[in-house]
Each structure stands twice: as C-alpha cells, then as structure tokens.
C-alpha cells in the first residue's frame, strides 16, 4: 500500500543542514571581510563632497586629509584625489582597489571609484 502525502515526513536532513549552515558561515564569513570596505569608501565618498568646497585643489587635498583623520580612512589620501575642472565647476573622483584575502592563494579584489561630477564615476589619472 502506498503512504498518503499526511503519512510522509517533511524536513531537512542531517546532511543538507550541515551542508547549508557551511554555506551560510562562508558567506557570512565573507560579508564581513568586505562590508568594512564598503563602509569605508560610504565615507570616501562623504569626505570628498565635503572637501569639495574647500577651494583651490591644495586645499582640497588638506580637507579630505582632515575627514580621512577623524572618519578612519586610510585606504587613500588627499594625494591621491583627482582634481579637474570641467565646465567651470571643480570635480574631484578617486580609485583605489582593495584586496581580501580568501584562503590558500584565493583572494577578492574590490574595485572602488567615485566622483563628485553629475555623471558619476569617472577614470583617475594620475596628477
């Protein structure tokens, strides 16, 4: 005779929760190597539309030193901002990439940019 659909046990296995709860640790294992990364260029990002305002790129580049001080950042520095002026308006953008090493020779490489022009991240030259 066969089991009615009531009769049969519904569930997870011992396996597939070993399996899952491993899966689930890697992943929170790397969300939180990478999530301070992302924190950090949120604050990138802030101290350089602050510093935007400063005026000429000397002083710029000391303003966004002084966020960068007191906000932890220390992925980059006031030197390596990219001032430009474009259409009379000063833009300043940044790149900077940031490696997370995984295990053995695995490792995740983050690629940051930003920019306080309209239209987003642009390319960094170098100045």
Known sequence: ??????????????VGLIVTL????????LA????????EYRSINAAVAK?????TPQEIRAAFDRSAEVNYITSIA?????????NGETEVSFAY?????LAGPASLLLEYSGSTAKGGPTTAKAD
């Open 78 to 86: 006031g030197r390596d901002l990219t001032i430009e002026r474009v």
């Open 22 to 29: 491993a899966v689930l640790g890697v992943l929170a294992l």
């Open 97 to 101: 990439d940031k490696k997370i090493h």
């Open 1 to 14: 005779m066969r089991a009615s659909r009531a009769d049969r046990q519904g569930g997870i296995s011992l």
């Open 32 to 39: 939180m190597q990478v999530l301070p990364t992302y924190t």
């Open 51 to 55: 510093a935007k305002t400063a005026g």
